[in-house]
């Protein structure tokens, strides 16, 4: 069936001609004499274009299809007008009503017309799938992991998406920096504004500045029009801009006019360009190591550093190996046109034993290549790089005098002091956070 046509108006006459010439057509067809009636069906069926005639018994047509497409978006209503009525068709379309027919002279128009508001229908149910997709795919759900250093860099997230701040991402390279802040992006009042992404160390420092800010026609050679620049592109949604330990001074004083202000000039423009965005940075650098060194400025340091987030590197939540593993054997088994592959417990268990310099970026090439040397059996260590087959177990014993021992009973007795405060123990034991969690998981301590 193309789809489902609900036929609303109290001729039974007319509302059987109509429902003969579009069952025709392979299109289901229900019928409704009244307002009342249309209201108790749309609550068990569901209905994809409405005709609907101007004057029923119990209202207006015009007035309840503003109704219907308030509490129905995706539903697309053709209203029946008499002869001579136009003006309530025009009313009509003005309260969202797809398009009019004239009673009378609409046998020829109505399968035509009925066909485009199915288009459009179907194209919307598309779309809305579509983002559906794209919000699971950029969801706090989509990050994988159970360890506890993950699980608190995403409620530390989940936290300040809404705030609209600034956020400042920590962490090593291929740690998902990215993928957090399209995630904040996703769950803020943001969500369906621009995500704009720009890696502030892949350009020159010309390039750079016109890829932000843009540039007027004239200001260069070859600026033979406006451009707008990726903050002005980013308005009303949010930018991220990764390694912004790499933006030149020059150019930091001008983001942080952004940050200010709200507003920015064009590179050859005199007047200010005024802007309403939220700005997501990330770098795997020191920033405020680097102000003192005056590699960077530390006033914007100071409005970036408004809520930071230290993502964790994948040597400090080997345990979630194991999940990453299966969700990215499944995405490469299904881009090779292979059925998901079975995975050993000694690939797992080299896989874990490997530092991953890389983090996830380097584990997901690393599994891409499994995939395709498997060629479709289990993957097993022979499909592995030779420096990851090559890993080996260490083999450690502890005893009263080893310093992990003295290590591990230490952890647990500043645990014990702070009743299992980990922030208050990181403190006490002058270390990072990550670090603590990490040493805990390596010393089993419950």
């Keep these: 069936m193309p789809g489902s046509v609900l036929i609303i108006d109290d001729e039974e006459k ?60 995706s539903l697309e209503i053709i209203l029946l007008t008499a002869y001579g009525n136009i003006p309530d068709g025009v009313q009509a379309i003005k309260n969202g009503a797809f398009d009019y027919l004239t009673k009378g002279d609409d046998n020829n128009r109505i399968i035509p017309l009925l066909n485009r508001a199915f288009e459009k229908v179907q194209l919307q149910k598309r779309i809305e799938k579509l983002e559906q997709q794209v919000g699971r795919k950029y969801s706090f759900d989509s990050i994988l992991g159970s360890s506890r250093v993950i699980k608190e860099a995403i409620e530390q997230a989940r936290k300040v998406a809404p705030a609209d701040t600034t956020v400042l991402l920590l962490g090593e390279t291929g740690t998902g920096k990215e993928v957090f802040a399209q995630a904040i992006h996703n769950n803020s009042k943001r969500a369906g504004k621009p995500f704009v992404a720009l890696n502030c160390s892949a350009f020159s420092r010309e390039l750079l500045e016109s890829e932000l800010f843009g540039y007027k026609a004239g200001a260069f050679t070859n600026a033979i029009r406006d451009k707008k620049g990726l903050i002005e592109e980013a308005n009303n949604g949010t930018i991220f801009l990764d390694e912004i330990g790499e933006l030149p001074l020059d150019l930091q004083s001008k983001l942080l006019r952004v940050l200010e202000t709200s507003e920015f000039i064009k590179v050859g423009d005199t007047k200010p360009t005024k802007v309403n965005v939220r700005i997501i940075t990330a770098t795997n650098r020191d920033l405020k190591e680097e102000a003192g060194k005056g590699q960077f400025r530390e006033d914007l340091y100071y409005r970036l550093n408004v809520f930071a987030i230290t993502l964790p590197p994948l040597r400090e939540r080997k345990k979630d190996i194991p999940v990453l593993t299966e969700y990215f054997v499944g995405v490469f088994s299904a881009k090779t046109n292979q059925k998901k592959l079975a995975v050993s417990d000694a690939f797992i268990e080299k896989l874990q034993l490997h530092e991953w310099k890389g983090n996830i970026r380097e584990l997901k090439n690393v599994l891409e290549r499994a995939v395709i040397m498997a060629g479709g059996e289990e993957l097993t260590v022979a499909h592995l790089p030779f420096e990851l087959q090559t890993n080996e177990k260490p083999v450690h014993t502890l005893s009263a005098f080893d ?29 990072g956070l990550a670090t603590l969690y990490r040493k805990i998981e390596e010393y089993q301590i419950s």
């Design 14 to 73: 007319l509302r059987s001609l109509m429902k003969r010439i579009i069952t025709l057509e392979g299109y289901q067809v229900l019928e409704a004499g009244t307002i009342k009636a249309t209201q108790k069906l749309l609550e068990k069926e569901e209905v994809d274009v409405i005709i609907c005639d101007v004057k029923l018994p119990d209202g207006s047509g015009v007035d309840f299809s503003r109704t219907l497409k308030e509490k129905h978006p």
């Design 403 to 431: 310093l992990a021992s003295v290590e591990k009973l230490h952890i647990i007795r500043v645990l014990h002091h702070t009743r299992n405060n980990k922030t208050e123990a990181a403190k006490l034991l002058n270390i």
